[in-house]
């Protein structure tokens, strides 16, 4: 067969097998103890639930997919809404988070690859801030800004600023001298150079900070809203936790895995648009 | 006594650079004095390290002499401008950009006040005159080395500069591609009159284009030696070009010098000028290797300032 030379069908073939093998050992191996005896008394009286609590089964979780896809966006209060609901709500912070940042980090980041002496009076700072862990931000914005919600957004934000910012200053450092030669013999000025000139040169380099931000963003905020609570995908997690629904645990980190891998094509869906071949 | 005054004249440039850690500056070269006519095609003839590419850099404004002047239009050159065109080695094509969009970025700084139908009719006017029509809409890197080189140099005339300097420019090229941008760029020179400075290694390039050759010495110190004729007359064709009576007098004359001369011109000894200092060469020596005529411009000081003054002196 001609199709089977193809290596994206043959790739694909081998993913869906490793899949149902995967599936198939978490299914077998992970029955319910078999019920030959009769229930003890205890087992009776507390309406024959299972001896031992287990990690559901992909059949189960499979079935909370179906049930909770087909409705995503109900909201019966706060400790009850669809996952679509609680990913809007986690997507919200990232996104309002990471266009602040981008707005600071991408000018800023102009002025330090084209200014050698800022560029030498600022990395101190940045390379004091950037290891910081963003969660240990949270009790000090808690403390300044008073609110969880803005408190997680700026979380967001610090976080997803570092990458953008240090791949903004690389790449535009790094643009070719002959590209900057070509605008000085064409007396471009500063700003014409800059949207001209700097800006689709380096614009794969910051495209690509851009993109390991928004993983890093996406990383941040299920850890942000498990501390702050309320909403969010990060709260649904926790919440289910506490309820000891795992069902719903690992069907709400699947879509947690499914989002983040949607927002890094996004990204590198706009870098292909403004990559160029030398 | 013909006064002569020069379209370019660069006067007693040095480019030094500092000593690395007290050993003594480096300079790459000196005294460097030379001129260009407009509308003369000039070519410059080195070997490598003896500063062709800075005086190219210098004469574009990207780059500064240690010491000495360029006056174009007898202003000074104090830093790049659109009155100077570059066409550089490797093409320096924005590589972001249609072959079309490189060009009328190039248009419309020179021409803000253009509308774009001006900016675009001006563009593709010099598209077609280097025979890319069709291909205007794609990206150099879907372009082939001569191809990108011929958008190089539309880019380069369609600003329409008053000098068009040319760093080898054909330096990456194949001989057959070579030899027909060769031929395209002798045509347009032809029809525009276009000044022009280029920077090469062939030898037989740049009698094919040249109206006059400086030969360097070799660096460090180095400098232009002299100034070769080439009155081969035009319209100048590859095949024809050869069987010039004079094209091999004047090749061997030059390689004679790369061999040879350029290095002995370097040993201080043998090159020790008696300095005169009330006339002294202000332009290297100007040789016609078919005649045999060398003639240099004297600069002496008169009354009311100094005096440019053409004498054979015929030292060969």
New interface residues.
């Given amino acids: 067969m001609d199709i089977f030379q193809n290596l994206n069908v043959r790739a694909a073939l081998l993913s869906v097998l490793i899949l149902v093998l995967f599936l198939t050992i978490w299914e077998q191996g992970n029955k319910a103890p078999d019920v030959d005896k009769p229930m003890t008394e205890y087992e009776r009286l507390m309406g024959g639930s299972e001896p031992q609590a287990r990690v559901p089964n992909p059949s189960e979780i499979g079935a909370l997919a179906v049930e909770e896809l087909s409705n995503p966006f109900y909201d019966k209060g706060p400790n009850d809404k669809g996952i679509g609901l609680q990913l809007l709500y986690s997507l919200k912070r990232v996104l309002l988070g990471y266009l602040l940042a981008a707005l600071v980090a991408i000018p800023v980041g102009f002025l330090i690859g084209m200014s050698p002496l800022m560029y030498k009076a600022l990395d101190p700072f940045i390379q004091v801030l950037k290891p910081i862990s963003p969660l240990a931000w949270m009790p000090l914005a808690l403390f300044i800004l008073k609110d969880s919600e803005v408190s997680s957004v700026f979380v967001i934000f610090i976080c997803s600023i570092w990458p953008m910012l240090i791949n903004t200053a690389f790449g535009v450092s790094a643009v070719k001298k002959?590209?900057l030669?070509?605008a000085?013999?064409?007396?471009?000025g500063p700003l014409?150079t800059a949207f001209?000139?700097v800006l689709?040169?380096a614009?794969p380099t910051i495209l690509t900070g851009m993109r390991i931000s928004i993983g890093i963003a996406w990383l941040v905020i299920v850890a942000a809203e498990m501390l702050v609570g309320g909403t969010g995908i990060g709260y649904y997690v926790w919440n289910e936790w506490n309820n000891l629904d795992l069902t719903s645990v690992v069907f709400s980190i699947l879509m947690i895995g499914v989002v983040g891998m949607l927002l890094d094509l996004m990204l590198a869906k706009a870098t292909r648009l403004?990559q160029?071949?030398? | 006594m013909n006064r002569k005054k020069y379209f370019l004249d660069a006067q007693g440039l040095v480019k030094q650079f500092p000593a690395p850690k007290g050993g003594q500056p480096l300079t790459v070269f000196e005294n460097l004095n030379f001129g260009i006519n407009k509308g003369e095609f000039v070519c410059i003839i080195g070997h490598s390290g003896c500063g062709k590419s800075t005086i190219m850099n210098i004469l574009a404004g990207l780059d500064q002499a240690s010491g000495g002047v360029v006056l174009m239009d007898n202003r000074e050159v104090a830093g790049p401008s659109l009155d100077r065109g570059v066409v550089f080695q490797n093409y320096s094509l924005l590589p972001w950009m249609s072959c079309l969009k490189n060009i009328t970025f190039a248009v419309k700084s020179r021409w803000p006040q253009w509308s774009s139908e001006q900016v675009y009719e001006h563009s593709m006017k010099y598209i077609e005159m280097v025979g890319l029509k069709g291909a205007e809409l794609r990206k150099p890197s879907q372009l082939s080395g001569g191809m990108r080189q011929r958008v190089s140099i539309a880019r380069a005339f369609a600003i329409e500069p008053k000098l068009l300097l040319l760093d080898e420019p054909f330096g990456a090229l194949d001989a057959l591609t070579r030899g027909m941008i060769q031929e395209e760029l002798i045509k347009i020179c032809e029809q525009t009159g276009q000044t022009v400075f280029m920077i090469t290694h062939d030898v037989d390039e740049a009698i094919l284009l040249a109206d006059r050759i400086f030969l360097m010495s070799n660096g460090p110190n180095a400098t232009i030696a002299e100034s070769v004729v080439i009155d081969i007359p035009r319209h100048r064709d590859r095949e024809q070009i050869i069987h010039h009576p004079n094209y091999y007098t004047i090749r061997n004359h030059l390689v004679d010098f790369l061999v040879k001369r350029s290095k002995e011109l370097n040993d201080p000894e043998v090159a020790a000028v008696p300095h005169d200092d009330n006339a002294r060469p202000a332009y290297p020596p100007e040789v016609n290797p078919a005649t045999g005529q060398v003639s240099q411009l004297i600069e002496t000081e008169t009354t009311e300032g100094s005096e440019l003054s053409r004498q054979v002196v015929n030292m060969q």
């Fill in positions: 002959d590209y030669n070509v000085r013999t064409h007396e471009l014409r001209l000139v689709p040169a614009a403004v160029y071949v030398e």
